[in-house]
């Protein structure tokens, strides 16, 4: 019989974490590709947007529409979470929400954001795991910021996830047109014409 721990790790005094016999320590596990990643996750394309994703969660708890924000047609979720993966071949099209979205870093290669705020302001940046170099583990977008990311060149995944709460609906979701976001926002044109179709 396998023992009940054998996937687990254990404080081990005084050197930290220790794994259980017979399984080989987390540093020297292999990276996971991007197709082990999908498989394993059972993540599938996303539609309009682009990138692979899986829902993880959706509240069973509703929310109704008078105790939301006057920018939600109807009652929504209380709250949603999803992992989302990129690839050399995908890119999260340039889009908006309705509500805030807060971005999770798991593992992988840096992503490039950007964001285009409604006050006609905008900030790129990089979702990654070397947060000495300046890079984001967490990244919140507010509701109505146009918002796209990317692989970063040479890398080969990313996989994130992100939580909004209210939840996600499809009616919130609305996606960007390169000629219009380029004409509001031209210091930015060359990134927007990567990240629309």
Not at 67 to 94: D, H, K, Q, V
Not at 173 to 179: A, D, I, P, Q, S
Request: aromatic share 10%; with cysteine; hydrophobic share 40%.
């Amino acid at each position: 019989m396998q023992h009940p721990l054998r996937r687990f790790c254990i404080l081990a005094e005084p050197r930290g974490f220790a794994c259980v016999p017979g399984q080989s320590s987390v540093s020297s596990q292999r990276m996971l590709t991007a197709d082990e990643v999908r498989k394993l996750l059972k993540l599938e394309p996303l539609a309009r947007e682009g990138g692979l994703f899986a829902e993880t969660y959706r509240s069973a708890h509703r929310l109704p529409k008078d105790s939301l924000s006057n920018c939600y047609p109807g009652e929504r979720s209380l709250s949603t979470a999803i992992y989302y993966l990129l690839t050399p071949e995908t890119f999260s099209a340039m889009h908006r929400l309705r509500g805030d979205e807060v971005y999770h870093f798991y593992l992988g290669d840096p992503v490039e954001m950007l964001k285009l705020k409604p006050d006609g302001s905008a900030e790129a940046l990089l979702l990654g795991q070397d947060i000495g170099g300046g890079m984001r583990l967490q990244q919140w977008v507010c509701g109505g910021t146009w918002q796209g990311s990317r692989l970063a060149p040479g890398g080969a995944f990313a996989l994130m996830g992100t939580t909004m709460a209210p939840g996600f609906d499809p009616a919130d979701f609305e996606l960007g047109k390169r000629e219009e976001l380029s004409a509001a926002y031209p210091a930015y044109a060359p990134l927007i014409a990567m990240l629309t179709r």
